[in-house]
């Protein structure tokens, strides 16, 4: 197990982990893997980690899936190159424990979810992202870590909200690339795979 990067160290903790600077606190808890929107755009506007939450030094590194790769952009808050490996040896999606998406948002079975009875509470949507709702039950996907320069980091705004941005550009020079986990295949293929391995058995 990784140790808590000394940058995180001043920073809350829930069940024995580092709460992440992006992360939702509603009610009073972590909802570990769902993101507090305006931190999130934070994050991206003021070039800060999305562990930590403090400034981004002159490398960091992208979280990238395939998807993203197709869209060109990376949809979450960069990383320190010293908070990436803790977030990959901890979040289930990064290190391999997750072999599915969620089938419903965090907070739908989260504790941080029930009761909400504050009104000023700014309560995210129940409804799953475009994103997510494409997402739900799917195998997870293979994700990679890519190491940028701070001056190639360049923002991609939304279309109808220009200073709402979607993530950061993955059109840049890339100097490092990081494997953190497979994708996993389809029940289909894993069926497909069983079948022939059996029929390879037989022969031999």
Same mark, same amino acid.
């Given at each position: 197990m990784h140790s808590i990067p000394q940058r995180c160290g001043r920073r809350p903790m829930a069940g024995g982990l580092v709460v992440?600077?992006?992360s939702l606190i509603h009610g009073g808890? !972590?909802?570990?893997? #769902? @993101?507090d929107a305006e931190r999130a755009r934070t994050a991206f506007l003021r070039r800060l980690c999305q562990i930590c939450g403090q400034p981004l030094n002159e490398r960091c590194f992208l979280i990238v899936r395939p998807a993203d790769v197709a869209q060109g952009v990376s949809p979450e808050p960069a990383l320190h190159p010293e908070c @990436? =490996?803790?977030? !990959?040896?901890?979040? $289930?999606?990064?290190?391999?424990? !997750?072999?599915?998406?969620?089938? #419903?948002?965090? @907070?739908? #079975?989260? *504790?941080? +979810?029930? =009761?909400?009875t504050d009104p000023s509470c700014p309560c995210p949507s129940r409804s799953p992202a475009e994103g997510q709702a494409a997402r739900s039950g799917q *195998?997870? &996907?293979?994700?990679?870590?890519?190491?940028i320069a701070a001056r190639h980091y360049q923002l991609v705004p939304r279309q109808d909200a220009p200073s709402d941005p979607v993530g950061i550009d993955l059109d840049v020079p890339i100097l490092r690339k990081r494997a953190l986990r497979?994708?996993? *295949? $389809? !029940? &289909?293929?894993? +069926?497909?795979? &069983?079948l022939l391995r059996t029929a390879l058995d037989l022969e031999l």
């Open positions: 992440p600077w992006v808890r !972590a909802a570990f893997g #769902s @993101l @990436l =490996p803790y977030a !990959a040896a901890h979040c $289930p999606m990064l290190n391999g424990a !997750a072999t599915h998406y969620r089938r #419903s948002p965090v @907070l739908d #079975s989260h *504790p941080a +979810a029930r =009761p909400c *195998p997870a &996907d293979r994700y990679e870590a890519w190491m497979e994708a996993v *295949p $389809p !029940a &289909d293929h894993v +069926a497909l795979l &069983d």
